[in-house]
């Protein structure tokens, strides 16, 4: 079975700092997705990547920046944590090469922003 | 209205009867794939229908597709209390010639609640 986990469920952090979530996938899948969910809002694409070190911006990209060093990782960075951050963060991968495949979750990070 | 939309926003019924969701979406699609979120977890996948298909069946989930419409429902029969969650359908934008990376389009989903 496809994993992918990510580094925290909860995570709580200050105004103004630096945070990274990280994901991590065992499938050796090209694409890897960040989303935020918000109720009422459900999920919002934020930054995906096909390739390492590609990465494109998705609907909501403004705050956040992305890092994909290797395949099977793909890391989330708010450069300057804000309250308006707090959200739900959720990672996901695919197969690039087969578009009639679903994606893949993690279990989620539930990030607090004070 | 946003592309994938679930109708209706929450849905409460008695275990053993059916729960059936719909969606909407408004431009053409390569797929159209159904997940559930049970409370604070991530997405799991359930189904997912190609464009040139009209239903789909995975034990007690059928879906289906009606591209004239642009709409697609999911019906789950004999529901039970485990069943309760949100199940949200995603539509998938690429088509021949073309690449969305494998993009989805998330509606804002339907919370099932299935009583015992």
């Known amino acids: 079975d496809v994993k992918v986990t990510q580094s925290s469920r909860y995570l709580v952090k200050r105004t103004g700092e630096k945070v990274f979530l990280e994901c991590v996938q065992d499938?050796?899948?090209?694409?890897m997705f960040w989303y935020r969910q918000d109720p009422g809002l459900g999920l919002r694409l934020i930054y995906f990547?096909?390739?390492?070190?590609?990465?494109e911006k998705g609907d909501i990209p403004e705050g956040y920046s992305v890092s994909r060093e290797k395949k099977e990782r793909f890391s989330l960075i708010l450069e300057s944590a804000s309250t308006n951050q707090t959200s739900m963060y959720l990672c996901a991968s695919s197969f690039l090469w087969d578009s009639n495949q679903p994606q893949h979750f993690g279990d989620g990070t539930r990030l607090s922003i004070l | 209205s946003q592309q994938g939309e679930e109708d209706p926003q929450a849905l409460s019924i008695q275990e053993g009867e059916n729960a059936t969701m719909n969606c909407s979406y408004k431009?053409?699609?390569?797929?159209l794939q159904w997940y559930r979120q049970n409370s604070g977890r991530g997405l799991v996948h359930l189904i997912l229908?190609?464009?040139?298909?009209r239903e789909k069946h995975s034990g007690r989930l059928r879906v289906t597709l009606d591209t004239s419409k642009k709409s697609s429902s999911l019906l789950i029969t004999a529901s039970r209390a485990a069943d309760t969650a949100s199940y949200f359908c995603a539509t998938d934008l690429s088509n021949a010639g073309g690449t969305s990376y494998g993009k989805l389009t998330f509606g804002q989903g339907t919370i099932l609640t299935v009583h015992p």
């Open positions: 990547s096909y390739d390492v070190k590609m990465k």
């Open positions: 499938m050796d899948h090209e694409n």
């Open positions: 431009t053409s699609i390569n797929n």
């Open positions: 229908i190609r464009s040139n298909e």
